[in-house]
């Protein structure tokens, strides 16, 4: 079976401080990766995407980048963390859909997540 | 442009009562697939069902139910003899296909459900 990890669980930075937040999966290959941020207010706002190594679509500018230097492997960093970076942030992946380029929009798995936050 | 409404922010219940959870959604495209996610208070987010535009037909598991129409932009979430347990943050969301774009998920802005015993 497949399953997500996320690390740290929780996170305490100072503002300017550089943030490295890992996700892994396991038991399948070639998954779509995800990086989601929840802040306080609930909603959850996509972050990046990957469809395969090497390839990240950004959804929004902000102060994050975000990197898969393998398979099942996905990190979101910053340089300098910004007080409104904190928040809920989660990793998800989903299978990869039949066909080379068309996404099914197979369903995404949620990882435990990583409590951020910056003061 | 998608779009996702969870107009119920809040709704508090006390237990073995039904609960209905509405979700209305907004697309031009006539392929998409609507889900429920839980999120419990750990924080983890838990996927419950997933539906594709071309299958309207309502679905039941256990206690959980969901009336899928096409006509309203609708997928609602009822809870049968709701428990403490049941206690979460629920959301909806939509996804459509794109070229290569991985299936991205708009997600509503969430129902917090509080059952009480």
């Known amino acids: 079976s497949q399953t997500i990890h996320q690390w740290p669980a929780t996170l305490v930075q100072p503002v300017g401080s550089p943030l490295s937040l890992e996700c892994t999966v396991e038991g399948t290959s070639n998954p779509n990766l995800y990086w989601y941020r929840q802040a306080a207010g609930r909603g959850l706002q996509l972050l990046f995407y990957s469809v395969g190594i090497g390839q990240i679509s950004s959804e929004v500018p902000q102060n994050l980048s975000a990197s898969r230097p393998q398979d099942r492997q996905f990190i979101l960093s910053s340089k300098k963390l910004l007080l409104s970076d904190s928040g809920f942030y989660l990793c998800?992946?989903?299978?990869?859909?039949?066909?080379?380029?068309?996404?099914?929009?197979?369903?995404?798995?949620f990882g435990p997540g990583t409590r951020l936050l910056v003061l | 442009a998608q779009k996702v409404t969870q107009a119920q922010t809040e709704i508090s219940v006390v237990e073995k009562e039904d609960v209905t959870l509405d979700c209305v959604y907004e697309t031009r495209d006539t392929t998409y697939y609507l889900f429920w996610y839980k999120q419990p208070p750990s924080g983890e987010l838990v996927f419950l069902i997933r539906?594709?535009?071309?299958?309207?037909q309502n679905e039941i598991s256990g206690r959980y139910s969901w009336n899928f129409q096409k006509s309203t932009s609708s997928f609602n979430f009822t809870i049968t003899a709701s428990q403490v347990v049941d206690s979460a943050v629920y959301f909806c969301a939509l996804s459509v296909r794109r070229y290569n774009q991985g299936g991205k998920l708009i997600f509503g802005q969430g129902t917090e459900l509080s059952v009480k015993p």
């Open positions: 539906r594709n535009s071309f299958d309207e």
């Open positions: 998800a992946w989903s299978p990869t859909g039949q066909g080379s380029f068309h996404s099914r929009a197979e369903t995404q798995y």
